[in-house]
C-alpha cells in the first residue's frame, strides 16, 4: 500500500488515472478503500472499482499511514547507518541509484499486484478446470498416529522410546499391528 499508493497521493486529491502515472503500476484500490485509506468521486458503490477519471483522496486515516510508512522507511535507513556504517550505507545507495539509473523509466518502482493466478490481466481463453485428484490411497494403520488405527484398543505404546514392533491387542483388529 505504501509502495504503489500512498508515498505518490499528494493531499489534493487526484484521479485514478494520474495515480497509476504516478506509480507506473496498478494500485490495491479496494484495500486502499476496505483500510478507509482513501475516498472517491464519485464513489463508485461497494465491491466495484472507480474508473480512471474518478478523483482518489486522502482521508486522515490515509494521511496517518503516508506519515507513519515514510518515517519507517527513514527510521529503516538511520538503523542501517548505525548498524552497518554510513559509509556502507552511501557505498550502497549509490550503488542502487547507478541500476536505478539503467532502468527503463517506464518501470513501476515495486512488483504489481497480481490477480489469481498470478496475472495481472485474465485470460482470453482460460483453460479448463483440472480433474478432481483421485482419492489417496488408505493408509496402514501402522502409519497413523497412536491409537487412530483402533482407539483404545491399540497396543502400540505411545509412551515407549525404543524401537520395537508393536503387538496388537486380543481386541484390536488383525491389520493392526
Not at 8 to 37: F, K, S
Not at 141 to 168: E, F, N, Q
Request: one cysteine or more.
Amino acid at each position: 500500500m505504501w509502495a504503489n499508493c500512498l508515498r505518490h497521493l499528494p493531499d489534493e486529491p487526484i484521479t485514478v488515472a494520474e495515480l497509476g502515472r504516478r506509480a507506473r503500476t496498478g494500485t490495491n484500490l479496494d484495500g486502499m478503500r476496505r483500510w478507509l485509506y482513501v475516498s472517491y468521486a464519485p464513489d463508485p458503490g461497494r465491491g466495484k472499482r472507480p474508473g480512471p477519471d474518478a478523483t482518489v483522496t486522502l482521508t486522515a486515516a490515509g494521511r496517518r499511514a503516508r506519515e507513519v510508512w515514510q518515517a519507517a522507511t527513514e527510521e529503516t535507513e538511520a538503523r542501517w547507518r548505525t548498524r552497518f556504517g554510513a559509509a556502507a550505507i552511501d557505498r550502497l545507495r549509490a550503488a542502487l541509484a547507478d541500476v536505478a539509473a539503467r532502468l527503463d523509466p517506464a518501470l513501476p518502482d515495486c512488483l504489481p499486484i497480481l490477480g489469481y493466478g498470478l496475472r495481472s490481466t485474465p485470460r482470453a481463453n482460460p483453460p479448463a478446470p483440472a480433474a478432481p485428484p483421485a482419492p489417496a490411497a488408505p493408509a496402514r494403520p501402522a502409519d497413523l498416529p497412536y491409537g487412530r488405527c483402533c482407539p483404545k484398543r491399540c497396543s502400540r505404546s505411545r509412551s515407549s522410546s525404543r524401537a520395537r514392533p508393536a503387538r496388537p491387542s486380543p481386541s484390536a483388529p488383525p491389520s493392526c499391528a
